[in-house]
């Protein structure tokens, strides 16, 4: 059994930090929670969702029930209960039912009225902040999580990692004036799974620090709507429940972009000046040996399959220029027919979405594919190791 003890706050190095203690089969560790202090006043110790989220997942994943000695949100509490336990469960047969004793919370927040989304500085991130820069309900807050994204095993290289994107991040929301909230947590070392098949429990944990500032959480979506499905591999496929299952008695998570694609998105921002200066879609997590760090800035390496593929769409669109501050505009133009050989061939190969979508641009765009690129196909064809990018199959 999980037994988690009462949450407890504390100050330290100038940062507040809210944890609790949990043993683990009679192992005691601790989960912690870390952000600025000027943030002290929106964080409750009153209730703990935050760290039933993720010792829900460590408890499920190891088999193991769990009881929890501070009231969760009665909302939240159904949500887990009632539909998460059964699609994880449907997801993954070697799971079983477990039990979760923990006193119910009705606490509101009548008073929070923060709108907020993540801010990674990514396609997804800016798609949202741009399509919800007005209107009824605009985002008024950004937030910065290092919940995985920056290396799934956490640790000081991800952490480095982490506090080199908040500085931009910042940047960007001090143009936008707008408050930046952050939030550091050993949830990585804590929850030992992988990034990918957990990064909206994990992401939208940290959200729930912030019930009595945030009433609405975008969060943005990676997949469109078609692509739904229960499927373990990345909660991308089924974010949807999640978001629903999530929500708690005040805060309300909503699943963002669902109807757009990768190249759609991208093309939705491209003139959009914020995105212009601070797009940053590249591979920035540890387990990438080529993260680009220059005066103290992570920079696009212009050549991962994450930025490889937002170049070609902006080219397509003939949008790539303005974007020359964040991108090597030489390197592209230099490779470009490297880069559409290697997008050709993985759609050959495994029909990979995002190669698809770029393709169908190309026809609908009528952007021409020079012949020089048939060449460097087939060279990727019978030389794969040597000419492959680093372009995921799915």
């Given at each position: 059994?999980?037994?988690?003890?009462?949450?407890?706050?504390?100050?330290?190095?100038?940062?507040?930090?809210?944890?609790?203690?949990?043993?683990?089969?009679?192992?005691?560790?601790?989960?912690?929670?870390?952000?600025?202090?000027?943030?002290?006043v929106y964080l409750n110790t009153n209730i703990c969702d935050s760290f039933f989220v993720v010792l829900f997942l460590r408890s499920i994943h190891t088999k193991q029930d769990i009881y929890l000695k501070s009231p969760v949100s009665r909302r939240l509490l159904y949500g887990v209960e009632n539909y998460l336990v059964d699609i994880l469960i449907m997801m993954n047969p070697g799971y079983r039912r477990i039990n979760i004793d923990a006193p119910i919370s009705e606490k509101t927040f009548p008073e929070a009225n923060g709108i907020a989304t993540a801010m990674s500085l990514g396609i997804d991130s800016f798609y949202t902040l741009?399509?919800?820069?007005?209107?009824?309900?605009?985002?008024?807050?950004?937030?910065?999580?290092?919940?995985?994204?920056?290396?799934?095993?956490?640790?000081?290289?991800?952490?480095?990692?982490?506090?080199?994107?908040?500085?931009?991040?910042?940047?960007?929301?001090?143009?936008?004036?707008?408050?930046?909230?952050?939030?550091?947590?050993?949830?990585?070392?804590?929850?030992?799974?992988?990034?990918?098949?957990?990064?909206?429990?994990?992401?939208?944990?940290?959200?729930?620090?912030?019930?009595?500032?945030?009433?609405?959480?975008?969060?943005?979506?990676?997949?469109?709507?078609?692509?739904?499905?229960?499927?373990?591999?990345?909660?991308?496929?089924?974010?949807?429940?999640?978001?629903?299952?999530?929500?708690?008695?005040?805060?309300?998570?909503?699943?963002?972009?669902?109807?757009?694609?990768?190249?759609?998105?991208?093309?939705?921002?491209?003139?959009?000046?914020?995105?212009?200066?601070?797009?940053?879609?590249?591979?920035?997590?540890?387990?990438?040996?080529?993260?680009?760090?220059?005066?103290?800035?992570?920079?696009?390496?212009?050549?991962?399959?994450?930025?490889?593929?937002?170049?070609?769409?902006?080219?397509?669109?003939?949008?790539?220029?303005?974007?020359?501050?964040?991108?090597?505009?030489?390197?592209?133009?230099?490779?470009?027919?490297?880069?559409?050989?290697?997008?050709?061939?993985?759609?050959?190969?495994?029909?990979?979405?995002?190669?698809?979508?770029?393709?169908?641009?190309?026809?609908?765009?009528?952007?021409?594919?020079?012949?020089?690129?048939?060449?460097?196909?087939?060279?990727?064809?019978?030389?794969?190791?040597?000419?492959?990018?680093?372009?995921?199959?799915?």
């Open positions: 059994m999980i037994i988690v003890e009462e949450v407890s706050k504390e100050i330290i190095d100038k940062k507040i930090r809210l944890s609790c203690k949990f043993t683990d089969n009679g192992v005691e560790d601790i989960l912690w929670f870390e952000t600025s202090i000027e943030n002290e741009a399509k919800n820069n007005k209107g009824h309900n605009p985002v008024t807050h950004l937030t910065l999580y290092n919940a995985g994204a920056f290396g799934t095993n956490g640790g000081k290289e991800a952490r480095k990692l982490f506090y080199s994107i908040i500085n931009q991040a910042k940047a960007l929301a001090d143009h936008l004036q707008m408050p930046l909230i952050w939030v550091d947590t050993n949830l990585n070392e804590i929850l030992d799974r992988p990034f990918v098949p957990t990064h909206t429990f994990r992401n939208l944990a940290c959200s729930l620090l912030f019930q009595n500032i945030f009433k609405t959480y975008y969060y943005s979506s990676g997949h469109n709507i078609k692509d739904f499905r229960v499927d373990p591999s990345d909660t991308a496929n089924y974010d949807l429940i999640i978001a629903v299952a999530l929500s708690s008695n005040s805060l309300n998570f909503e699943i963002f972009g669902l109807m757009a694609n990768r190249v759609e998105k991208t093309k939705e921002i491209m003139n959009y000046k914020p995105a212009q200066d601070h797009l940053n879609v590249c591979i920035v997590t540890t387990e990438y040996d080529h993260v680009k760090i220059q005066d103290n800035k992570i920079k696009n390496c212009s050549n991962c399959y994450k930025c490889v593929r937002t170049m070609l769409a902006l080219d397509i669109a003939g949008k790539l220029e303005p974007f020359s501050n964040v991108f090597d505009i030489y390197h592209f133009k230099t490779n470009k027919n490297k880069f559409l050989a290697e997008t050709i061939y993985h759609y050959l190969r495994s029909k990979n979405t995002f190669s698809a979508e770029i393709l169908n641009e190309c026809k609908k765009q009528n952007y021409k594919i020079p012949p020089r690129t048939y060449y460097h196909l087939l060279l990727r064809c019978f030389h794969p190791i040597k000419q492959r990018l680093n372009i995921p199959t799915k």
